[in-house]
């Protein structure tokens, strides 16, 4: 009789999610093409706002606030398309049964999906950033790097995090949750603020965009790597994006697990073509 | 003997919606008691929409059954769900698990590491499976560029890489060539025998499959389980009945035949471009043949030829539920 050991379940997952990183970056890597149009086609679209700012004679930082706000919509799609889909591509191409009757946790799946994420989003956001600074000339300090490495750590574990929730509905609804995605991008390129300041909205959609992770996140960089913020100047930001980050990871492990088990009730679990 | 897979009284329904010929509701299992003991190949033989795969999915934690309980080495699939995942594995004929752009012993051991197996375990098992499925010479290539033969064998090596100590086969050479399909059978038939203490539970609708493989067969029709015994006692079943196979020309309503006093059960399957029919009728007594004979001449076909051949389950699955499998 195999004995449950915790060591044993923490072995297991910690491969499982090294495993499941292991296929997206070196999947990623197998089919680069990806890195020319993910990269290219998202400066052209901020190339856009860079020259509206331009003709408006705005302040030279707000070429910093959109490319910067370019490079974080990469983590949001990424998030809200990949890593919230995740489960419906496993169930269409007949993966999603063998990693359900593993003994592991979904959570670790979603974490290895979410790390090769991270790792590919950040190559295409660098991109952004580097032709941010080539062809705007934009200018990054990293006076404070703990500050910036802590309000983009937290930024990526609370987006990645809300990611886990999506994916939840996935498993359970499967293709009718694409519209809750698309329900969900344009709203949140508004309200976070990717092309400008949120202190520009009037308050009460301050208010709401507040309740949107990303938005403490945004401000917190462009703060730190456009203003020369300190750790000091964003700790608002810090804590929100820290109860964030917890809230919705605790939210993630609960919706999978309840998604689960209503999937094994209803018999939805595996039903394809839904 | 010790029992591995348990089912107590399963049932299992579905919501199909309200304008449903059905009512809304599915029956897809309708209390199905079985018992099938540790090292034995269990087979479970039935049409397709019998409930065989449902059986399984509940068995393997993906679905819960509305009544009744099941247990896999003791652990009751429901409550003990972590459990019964530690020690199972479940292979879906037709079914192509893995990532594309991964080779073929890339993909194995990803599998292998949702069960943390170690590294270099990992890779001696990927090379012995490959051997086993004769994907050897496939090791380095990727998983896109396989045929769909190939992809399916890779996932029956890929229900092995965890050593499961219960194995769940659903239809597990379901579209697959002749000789991959032997060889299949052949590796699990060898695996039980070298592994006493493992246990196979099969479904198939393949009555050769069932017959050459399994220690006990279970036969399900409209989610129950109608008959469960050994093979050569199924057959023994109908030893007092008489089989005959008929090759008949042109294309009469066969089903008339049912009517036919002395006619237990009947199939046949009618190939068109030569409109020859082969017809299985399993009789009560000998007498009833010449009735049938006469049906089959005023139907308007024409017998080309008669036999009795060995009973197969085939025949046992037509005497007990009044028609073929297909």
Redesign the interface.
Known sequence: ??R?TLS?DL??NL??I???T??RI??AF??PSWLIWDTVLPIINLSAYVYVYKVMNAPPEFTGFVILGGAMIAFWLNVLWDMAAQFYWEKE???L????????SRMAMLMGMAIGGVFNTTIRASGILLAGVFIFHVTFHISDPVAALLAFGLTITSLYSLGMVFASLFLMYGREVWHMSHLFQEPIYFLSGFYFPVKFLPFWLQVLASAIPVTFGLDAIRKILILGAGLQDVSVNIVALAFFSLVLFLMARWALRYMEDMG????R??LRWQ | MEISIESRNVSRTFKTGRNSETGGILKALDDVSIGIRRGELFGLLGPNGAGKTTLIKIFCTLLLPTKGSAYVSGHDVVKEADSVRRIISMISGGETPGYGLLTVAENLWFFSQLYGIRGDIAKSRVKELLGAVSLSDQEKTRMNRLSSGMRQRLNVARGFMNDPEVLFLDEPTLGLDVISAKQIRGYVRNWVNTHPEKTVLLTTHYMAEADELCDRVGIIHEGRIVACDSPSNLKAMIRNRKVFQFQVAGAGDHAKLNAVKGVVGLSWTHRIESDVSTLKVVLSDDAAVSEVESSLKASGSRILSTETPEPTLEDVFIHLVGKGLE
């Not at chain 1, 049964?97 to 592991?104: D, G, M």
């Not at chain 1, 094994?264 to 018999?267: A, D």
């Open positions: 009789m195999n449950i044993g072995e297991r491969r499982t090294m495993a499941r292991y296929v070196v999947g197998r089919e191409t007949g993966n049964e063998p990693f359900l009757i593993a003994p592991i094994r009730r209803e018999g679990l595996t």
